[in-house]
């Protein structure tokens, strides 16, 4: 008797105890949003760190041009002489045409001709070891050439901490979708296995020892919430792919900027759920025969 309770496993248990089914789509919908949740975390922790990194390796330098020299000739001088400092990447001087085009969607066309602009330069800065504030102004002052050099300095700081905001509330984010699916997936097996107490009784019983009667509720279970994680992590995985595919490099927004590696990280997300299940069925069965002896 033992011996066949014990080796038919897939049809001793009913298919539809518990409402197994509408457990098995509240996992898969749950799952679904904690990989995307996920993926929001890494997207909203890539772009904020872009930003602050941007704002390290830029610099913008006001030119104020001598006597009969034009303010584009000045820009020039200036360009010329910061792309020899240690530090530089580049530096080039930006024309009028560029900088109408800054402040057309501010003040519109019809200011733009009559309108004083500054002549700027803007510098690109070596990521690994940038060229500081005061290295430029050294640099254009030996040269003599009458500039400010501003390295977003200012306002960096709170970019910064913005970002590291942004970053801790997408991971805080993550963390509860995380654990309302792990929540879900726990009562869907104790659930599950509440409405089959007459058979976990049958099968004690019988003679069927308490390890293989838990191993029979993990393999169940572990199956279903393996299957429901797969369903929900492939949904997401297809939304994440289909942003990064129609937005290109950045994504659908340079605000939350998706890659190809963000679909791969979603693939242990069926055997997280098959590990929490299996777990809670081990448990919920030992502690339900226990409790009967």
């Not at 990521?127 to 500081?132: F, L």
């Not at 081990?282 to 226990?290: D, E, Q, S, V, Y």
Request: glycine share 10%; with cysteine; net charge neutral.
């Amino acid at each position: 008797m033992i011996r066949r309770l014990t080796s038919g496993r897939s049809t001793i248990l009913p298919r539809d105890g518990g409402g197994e089914p509408w457990l098995a789509a509240v996992v898969a919908v749950l799952c679904f949003l904690a990989c995307l949740s996920a993926v929001g975390a890494v997207a909203a922790d890539r772009a904020a760190h872009g930003w602050a990194r941007q704002l390290r390796s830029e610099a913008t330098v006001q030119v104020r041009p001598r006597v009969n020299e034009t303010g584009a000739e000045a820009a020039a001088r200036a360009a010329q002489t910061l792309a020899g400092v240690t530090g530089v990447e580049e530096a080039e001087a930006m024309d009028r045409a560029t900088a109408e085009a800054l402040l057309r969607p501010w003040v519109g066309d019809a200011v733009l001709p009559d309108l004083p602009l500054p002549h700027l330069v803007t510098v690109r800065l070596d990521r690994n070891a940038p060229a500081s504030a005061v290295s430029l102004s050294r640099a254009l002052a030996e040269a003599g050439v009458d500039a400010t050099v501003d390295d977003h300095s200012l306002w960096r700081g709170e970019v910064e901490r913005s970002a590291a905001l942004i970053t801790a509330l997408a991971v805080a984010a993550f963390l509860l979708t995380a654990g309302g699916a792990g929540a879900a997936i726990v009562y869907a097996t104790q659930a599950g296995m509440a409405a089959q107490r007459t058979i976990i009784e049958t099968l004690s019983l019988n003679g069927a020892s308490d390890g293989r009667i838990a191993g029979l509720y993990q393999t169940r279970y572990g199956l279903l919430a393996a299957g429901a994680g797969a369903a929900g992590a492939l949904a997401a995985m297809a939304l994440t792919a289909g942003l990064r595919f129609l937005g290109g490099a950045e994504g659908v927004t340079a605000a939350l900027p998706v890659s190809w590696t963000d679909v791969a990280m979603l693939s242990p997300c069926p055997l997280l759920a098959a590990t929490v299940a299996l777990v809670a069925a081990r448990m919920t069965a030992l502690a339900r025969l226990r409790g009967g002896h």
